[in-house]
């Protein structure tokens, strides 16, 4: 199956800085890519979906101020949570489509960051 | 509303024994259906979907899953478990009228006791 790389496995910051979370595409192209949030023993909460080339769409009651998501090419997303607090703290993953556009291709995913704020 | 639900957060069996996870959803268009699995601290790797044609879909592993369009559920099966089974899994839905976003359960995790 299509790699997804997502970088850094695991980060540990301190309050008020930002941390820049990048997802990669490395065997195909991907239009659209996906941010979701995972707290500890529960499902995934989509954030925001993708598009490159223009404004990522954000799920309601995520701040999209806080959580900076650009798309610039086909094979890179990124995720930049900025100044950044312990209630930020949780595991992070993306997923990413093929340019075939087809709804029902499946998203492949990143390894996941796990964001530890102190 | 379309939704995902998964019966029981939380299932165990012993080793070789029939592993059942439940899956219902709730939609008013096709779905195409999803299972991931989930490994500490790792993202998801998809173990079979469904889209369209035959309802019972194989995937890896030994797992497969059956699509039954009148209970609106994708339970997912594997005869014989193995200690290697043990982790979180994942129902998910999409439609083909959406961006592709994924819809997912709540998430089950698998136990298996020696």
């Known amino acids: 199956g299509a790699v997804v790389s997502q970088h850094p496995s695991r980060v540990i910051c301190k309050s008020g800085t930002s941390v820049k979370i990048e997802c990669r595409s490395l065997d195909f192209q991907a239009t659209t890519m996906f941010w979701y949030r995972q707290f500890p023993k529960q499902s995934?909460?989509?954030?925001?979906?993708?598009?490159?080339?223009?404004k990522a769409t954000y799920e309601q009651g995520v701040e999209k101020d806080k959580f900076l998501i650009n798309h610039a090419s086909l094979?890179?997303?990124?995720?930049?949570?900025?100044?950044?607090h312990p209630e930020d703290s949780s595991f992070y993953i993306c997923s990413a489509r093929d340019r075939s556009g087809q709804a029902y291709t499946e998203a492949f995913f990143g390894q996941g960051t796990r964001l530890t704020v102190v | 509303a379309q939704s995902v639900t998964q019966l029981g957060s939380h299932v165990s069996v012993s080793e070789g024994?029939?592993?059942?996870?439940?899956?219902?959803?709730?939609?008013?268009?096709?779905?195409?259906l999803f299972w991931y699995v989930q490994y500490p601290n790792q993202g998801l790797q998809l173990l079979l979907k469904y889209t369209t044609g035959a309802t019972l879909v194989k995937g890896i592993n030994g797992f497969e899953a059956e699509f039954k369009k009148s209970e609106t559920s994708f339970h997912l099966t594997k005869p014989s478990a193995h200690m290697s089974d043990a982790a979180e899994y994942f129902c998910a839905v999409t439609f083909s009228s959406n961006t592709g976003k994924l819809i997912f359960g709540q998430g089950t995790t698998l136990q298996v006791k020696p």
């Open chain 1, 44 to 54: 995934l909460m989509l954030m925001a979906t993708s598009n490159e080339g223009s």
């Open chain 1, 75 to 84: 094979t890179l997303s990124t995720l930049t949570v900025t100044s950044a």
């Open chain 2, 17 to 32: 024994a029939l592993v059942l996870l439940r899956c219902n959803y709730s939609s008013s268009v096709p779905p195409y």
